[in-house]
């Protein structure tokens, strides 16, 4: 970052991450610019929490909190908008930190989806809405300022602090900063205003009635007051009739009105809430724009009393997945902000739960810290956990479809639960949904009157099982509960692993996340039923399920005898075992692993992540009934020494990795062995 000082001002070039943020925004088209006021006041009421807290916390800081309020100027003269707090104020190094850079985790994705929603938007592919909602997804709420304002300036003063900073640009390639002597304590963030109208239709903010609808539609639950000086006309003097009604004697007076109700939603029990209430609440305190799929209100009363109001969203927030995201709910304690992420109160497998949690028996100086060993945070976390679980649940049953959406989008975060929380473990397991072998059509009947409801039954198989529901259909002789992890379904549903388990009619779950690869070790067994991977160990399934062939057309073990034994030495830098399969009824080989190896995918994830493994070699499976492998076996009786059995015994071990979507040592010499004898 360059700069470029002239007396008390300095000018300064924004990052480049942030430059490009400002142009995709400035220049992209939103169907709702009135975000930039909900942004800015929410901003405002952190800072106002964020004081009062300070003040409890240290009584020498010497600020006054008995009027903590947010206030709108607005000119119509001058177009100009000013939203102004006496809140906790920032420091020069934090406005150059917050607001003129933006270096925070995630700048590289915001700004590649907002640059492909602006491409989809102009292409006619999405809405304009679906645009704007990227502005409270990413949290660039400061930054809307310039969908609305030529210039944006602010003036702040940290509390505790001598002199505050003032702050301006006008969005293009640089911002001033310079010392404010005289600012008040708090932030005003001044704006000039765009003219309304026009090609990008924007309302007037500096209008009256435009502000009183913004703030009564998105801020109305603020807990601070949300004030706006107004003009009206002073009451017609008593006296003389003619002299009340000569206009040129009419005056007005100025009076200061509260724009919004200040009623904090969680103590108002859920009759009396609206659900665009709830929305426009979930919206402020996660910063998205997408509705809330399921509103859950918790009271406790007695030993621990609390109130929660907690939400689960409909997408999935960008850095959901990332290592630096921020979890956990809003924390208060008896109304008064303690918090934005307690990550005390909810499991990482919860992470995309909003929400927030007003505990009336905790100190108000409570540390991260000490809420590690607090006995009422595990109390209240506990509850929170199992009342979430209930509801996604009742979701499940209830609203099927709208599950569907939210497993594909939380499914596999949920999962990590299975690994990490012993206690949840059934709860996670009773909403857990896993794709499986089970046929669309596996419902039907001869009856014409359940068609429809074979329908429903074969929609619901195609999108997924509970192990419950799995263990219901077991197979006459079925013990364990079969699975096999990949990279996609497709690459599962065509594993030569499936083949025997097809013919028999034994379902398989199908599992692809990365996730899979962990918890079905961790978990063990549902119900006293194993868990069992259909890729290691030796699979035998006599007994289970219908035979697909009479065991006395079954070839004889003891005739291959010699060549696995030869396999097994000409592949023995490759396999550390080759013998016959009774999971393979259509391939020729496949690659299997014993029965505590780590699966491929694993081993991948976890050279990924830095972990330097061993080289492990895998177990060759043999078909016998395979026309190839009764040649080979033909060709290594008559001459075992013969150049082609090597190259073929190679081919068959290449094939067998690719199959079960495995990455071969030398690629080069596979397709260079494989066109030489074609």
């Given at each position: 970052m360059s700069s470029q000082t002239s007396g008390a001002a300095e000018t300064r070039e924004f990052q480049a991450e942030t430059r490009q943020l400002l142009d995709l925004m400035i220049h992209s088209i939103y169907s709702n610019p009135d975000t930039f006021l909900r942004e800015?006041?929410?901003?405002?009421?952190?800072?106002?929490?964020?004081?009062?807290?300070?003040?409890?916390?240290?009584?020498?800081?010497?600020?006054?909190?008995?009027?903590?309020h947010i206030q709108l100027d607005a000119d119509e003269q001058a177009r100009t908008l000013t939203i102004r707090d006496n809140g906790i104020g920032m420091s020069r190094d934090e406005v150059v930190d917050l607001i003129g850079t933006l270096a925070k985790s995630g700048t590289g994705q915001m700004r590649e989806a907002l640059a492909a929603a602006r491409s989809a938007q102009e292409a006619g592919e999405i809405s304009e809405q679906a645009t704007a909602d990227l502005i409270g997804q990413f949290?660039?709420?400061?930054?809307?300022?310039?969908?609305?304002?030529?210039?944006?300036?602010?003036v702040t003063r940290k509390a505790g602090e001598p002199v505050g900073t003032r702050w301006t640009s006008s969005g293009e390639d640089t911002y001033t900063i310079e010392e404010a002597a005289d600012a008040p304590q708090g932030t005003s963030v001044i704006l000039h205003l765009k003219p309304?109208?026009?090609?990008?239709?924007?309302?007037?903010?500096a209008d009256e009635n435009t502000l009183r609808r913004v703030v009564r539609t998105y801020s109305d639950f603020i807990a601070w007051p949300i004030r706006m000086e107004v003009e009206r006309p002073a009451p017609?003097?008593?006296?003389?009739?003619?002299?009340?009604?000569?206009?040129?004697?009419?005056?007005?007076?100025?009076?200061?009105?509260?724009?919004?109700?200040?009623?904090?939603?969680?103590?108002?029990?859920?009759?009396e809430v609206s659900e665009e209430e709830y929305s426009e609440f979930y919206r402020h305190i996660s910063h998205a724009w997408d509705e809330p799929l399921e509103t859950i209100t918790l009271k406790a009363e007695g030993t621990f009393e609390y109130q929660a109001l907690l939400f689960l969203p409909t997408q999935a927030p960008f850095d959901l997945f990332s290592q630096d995201a921020k979890r956990g709910v809003q924390l208060y304690v008896r109304r008064v902000f303690i918090m934005d992420d307690c990550e005390e109160l909810v499991p990482p497998f919860l992470r995309f739960v909003k929400g927030i949690v007003d505990a009336q028996d905790l100190s108000l100086n409570?540390?991260?810290?000490?809420?590690?060993?607090?006995?009422q945070i595990r109390s209240i976390r506990k509850r929170l956990v199992k009342r979430v679980l209930q509801t996604i649940e009742q979701l499940r049953n209830d609203r099927p479809e709208e599950f569907r959406g939210f497993w594909t989008t939380f499914g596999a975060v949920l999962k990590e639960g299975l690994i990490a929380d012993v206690e949840s473990r059934d709860q996670l397991l009773a909403v857990s949904t896993f794709a499986s072998t089970r046929p669309a059509d596996a419902t039907s009947t001869d009856s014409a009157d359940s068609v429809d409801?074979?329908?429903?039954?074969?929609?619901?198989?195609?999108?997924?099982?509970?192990?419950?529901?799995?263990?219901?259909?077991?197979?006459?002789?079925?013990?364990?509960?079969?699975?096999?992890?990949?990279?996609?379904?497709?690459?599962?549903?065509?594993?030569?692993?499936?083949?025997?388990?097809?013919?028999?009619?034994?379902?398989?779950?199908?599992?692809?996340?990365?996730?899979d690869e962990v918890w079905v070790d961790a978990v063990?067994?549902?119900?006293?039923?194993?868990?069992?991977?259909?890729?290691?160990?030796?699979?035998?399934?006599?007994?289970?399920?219908?035979?697909?062939?009479?065991?006395?057309?079954?070839?004889?073990?003891?005739?291959?005898?010699?060549?696995?034994?030869?396999?097994?030495?000409?592949?023995?830098?490759?396999?550390?075992?080759?013998?016959?399969?009774?999971?393979?009824?259509?391939?020729?080989?496949?690659?299997?692993?014993?029965?505590?190896?780590?699966?491929?995918?694993?081993?991948?994830?976890?050279?990924?992540?830095?972990?330097?493994?061993?080289?492990?070699?895998?177990?060759?499976?043999?078909?016998?009934?395979?026309?190839?492998?009764?040649?080979?076996?033909?060709?290594?009786a008559t001459d075992p020494s013969a150049a082609e059995l090597k190259d073929t015994a190679r081919l068959i071990a290449g094939a067998a990795v690719l199959a079960e979507g495995g990455k071969l040592t030398d690629p080069a010499a596979f397709a260079k062995l494989l066109v030489d004898r074609i």
């Open positions: 800015v006041i929410s901003n405002s009421s952190d800072a106002l929490d964020k004081l009062r807290l300070a003040a409890l916390q240290d009584s020498s800081l010497g600020v006054d909190t008995s009027d903590l949290g660039i709420g400061f930054y809307s300022t310039f969908m609305v304002a030529d210039t944006v300036s602010l309304s109208g026009g090609d990008a239709a924007l309302p007037d903010y017609e003097p008593e006296g003389d009739d003619d002299e009340a009604g000569d206009p040129a004697a009419e005056n007005t007076i100025t009076e200061t009105v509260t724009l919004n109700s200040q009623k904090a939603l969680w103590t108002r029990p859920k009759s409570v540390s991260r810290e000490i809420l590690q060993q607090d006995r409801s074979a329908d429903a039954d074969a929609d619901t198989a195609d999108f997924g099982t509970t192990i419950a529901e799995y263990v219901e259909r077991m197979v006459e002789g079925q013990e364990e509960i079969y699975y096999l992890t990949g990279t996609s379904r497709a690459a599962v549903e065509n594993s030569p692993h499936l083949e025997a388990f097809r013919a028999r009619g034994v379902e398989v779950l199908i599992l692809t996340d990365p996730v063990g067994e549902v119900d006293g039923k194993r868990l069992r991977s259909v890729a290691k160990g030796d699979v035998d399934l006599s007994g289970i399920g219908s035979d697909a062939q009479d065991p006395a057309d079954e070839p004889d073990a003891a005739e291959f005898a010699d060549l696995l034994t030869w396999l097994g030495e000409e592949l023995e830098d490759q396999v550390k075992q080759v013998r016959l399969s009774h999971r393979l009824t259509e391939s020729a080989a496949c690659m299997v692993g014993d029965e505590f190896d780590m699966t491929p995918q694993l081993e991948a994830m976890y050279r990924a992540s830095g972990m330097e493994l061993p080289a492990s070699k895998r177990i060759l499976e043999l078909n016998p009934s395979h026309p190839l492998v009764e040649r080979l076996r033909g060709q290594h």
